[in-house]
């Protein structure tokens, strides 16, 4: 699912119960990860939940690879937190990735002012440079 119709989606939906609903959904979608990849290193640290972030490289064009990440959580509505964040961020180069701004994505959609402030901090844990930056597993 692409950002784009994540963002249509919510729009259709008025009420917030509903659009938490759809979030939770959304993050049921995600494939799920080797268990394998539910180590320290794939951690993402000082989450309330436990998050698990893993990235892959592939392909190496003029732009150099292309970044793809898969992930899980604990907790519903942050599984479907980083099921946004993929849409925002899998399948594209890392330099693209540096330049997008998944907090704008969020407040946006209007999620930001209604996530809690722990979740507010996560999500931008998340989407930080280090997760690109660091080695693929």
């Not at 995600?30 to 698990?52: T, Y």
């Not at 899998?90 to 701004?101: N, P, R, Y």
Request: glycine letters at 6%; aromatic letters at 6%; a negative charge.
């Amino acid at each position: 699912m692409t950002i784009d119709e994540i963002i249509d989606n919510l729009a259709l939906l008025d009420e917030w119960d509903d659009r938490y609903r759809y979030v939770i959904e959304i993050g049921r979608s995600l494939p799920p990860i080797e268990e394998r990849d539910r180590n320290q290193a794939n951690k993402v640290q000082g989450c309330a939940s436990q998050v698990w972030l893993t990235t892959k490289l592939s392909g190496n064009g003029p732009k150099g690879p292309i970044m793809s990440f898969a992930g899980d959580s604990d907790a519903h509505i942050v599984r479907g937190l980083i099921a946004i964040l993929f849409a925002i961020y899998s399948g594209k180069h890392a330099s693209e990735i540096l330049t997008t701004d998944a907090v704008e994505v969020f407040e946006r959609i209007g999620m930001r002012e209604h996530l809690t402030h722990n979740a507010r901090m996560d999500s931008a844990r998340w989407s930080n440079a280090s997760n690109v930056t660091r080695a693929p597993q």
